[in-house]
């Protein structure tokens, strides 16, 4: 009993800084967050409780509107667009070819530089008027256009680089590949079936559970998008706020317009909404995901 005692003393020893770290760092900040997303708060004065204000303010919102329709073009394409080409290039990696590491290599890289300020910088330069595309588009004789800048097409410019950064679903889409057994594409090859047919029977059901998984981690880091908005836009949300993330909106609201009460409010509102996103698509994945059985 003393030996067991003596045991646990140590254990909660070894534990007391993450303890303190969890309560301090994160626990903390999280109860805090939620009181000053009722109060009006502007980081000079003391809170000032305002009830749920702060949330009707943003209902009735024009920008905040505005956001919630560009996060929603945002990940309603870039997602499937981002699911299905990690997919389809992981599918074509996951063969047996001289020089396969350094194409899987190439294909990483992006993803890597995911969400750093200086790619953010070079597709903005790339999309510009005198940028890269445009100046392809002139040698086949067709006038560009200030991609970023327009507010009909700055949105797709953003979606465009998410979509180039899909390695890391492409990676765990490999890992997966590598665990369906060779055996089962040898039998369907003797019945018959063609590689097309093999892959809807085969790859596509016994891969759904990482899918399951891409799915989820896209549909967060998609939602939660900020920096290729900010530098693309100059933290303005661009023309006619095309380019305006809810994560931009929730920045600007906080730290330019000193709105902490209200950027706290669109916070717990992000968190809301990403609980309901992951669990429709949790309960969902009883009809379409596959285990071993």
Known sequence: MIHQRKNNIIAYGFLTPFIIGLLVL???????????????????????????QNYVDLVNDRTFKQSVGVTTTYV?????????SALLIAVLLNKKMSGIGFYRTVYYIPSLLGGSVAIAILWKNIFGVNGLI?????????????????????????????????????????????????????????DGATKLHQFKSITLPLLTPVILFNLVMVVISSVQAFTSAYIVSGGTGGPSNSTMFYTLLLYLKGFSYFEMGTAAA????????????????????????????
């Open 76 to 84: 309603i394409i870039g997602v499937p667009l981002q699911i299905i």
């Open 134 to 190: 445009n100046e392809f588009l002139g040698v086949i004789g067709i006038e560009g256009k200030g991609w970023v800048s327009h507010p009909d097409y700055a949105i797709y410019t953003l979606i465009a680089l998410a979509v180039w950064q899909f390695g890391s679903s492409m990676v765990i889409f490999l890992a997966g590949l590598k665990q369906i057994p060779r055996e089962l594409y040898e039998s369907a090859s003797v």
């Open 26 to 52: 994160v626990l903390g900040p999280i109860v805090s967050s939620l009181y000053l997303s009722f109060t009006e708060y502007n980081l000079l004065t003391p809170a000032e409780w305002v009830g749920f």
């Open 266 to 293: 669109m916070a717990w509102m992000l968190l809301i909404v990403l609980s309901i996103l992951t669990g429709i698509i949790f309960f969902s994945s009883k009809y379409w995901v596959h285990y071993d059985n």
